[in-house]
Nanobody, 115 residues
Framework: QVRLVESGGGLVQAGESLRLSCAAS??????MGWYRQAPGKQRDLVAA???????DYADSVKGRFTISRDNAKNTVYLQMNSLKVEDTGVYYC???????????WGQGTQVTVSS
């Protein structure tokens, strides 16, 4: 029923920009966000946003990344500017249904930043 499909990942050089998209279906989600996981590391929150646009960011991306969502399209975006090598990882879309206290995950999209 619920499906989250990420797109927009790729290989870029440090200092460049990338825009990720996550198209959701199968529900209305109170919170949507992005997590990333580097090889051998824990999956950590990058950014999250509520339906009214209130956003939260990891300290490491503040000032560089912007999360937004289009509720009509049930899509969340992550604009990533001034990318750094340490931003490399698999980025996973996450969507949370508040009523059933359930989180859903996309398959992930690879972001690789080269020096």
């Amino acid at each position: 029923q619920v499906r989250l499909v990420e797109s927009g990942g790729g290989l870029v050089q440090a200092g460049e920009s990338l825009r990720l998209s996550c198209a959701a279906s199968g529900g209305v989600f109170g919170i949507m966000g992005w997590y990333r996981q580097a090889p051998g590391k824990q999956r950590d929150l990058v950014a999250a946003v509520t339906r009214d646009g209130t956003a939260d960011y990891a300290d490491s991306v503040k000032g560089r990344f912007t999360i937004s969502r289009d509720n009509a399209k049930n899509t969340v975006y992550l604009q990533m500017n001034s990318l750094k090598v340490e931003d490399t990882g698999v980025y996973y879309c996450n969507a949370y249904k508040i009523v059933v206290r359930t989180a859903y995950w996309g398959q992930g999209t690879q972001v690789t930043v080269s020096s």
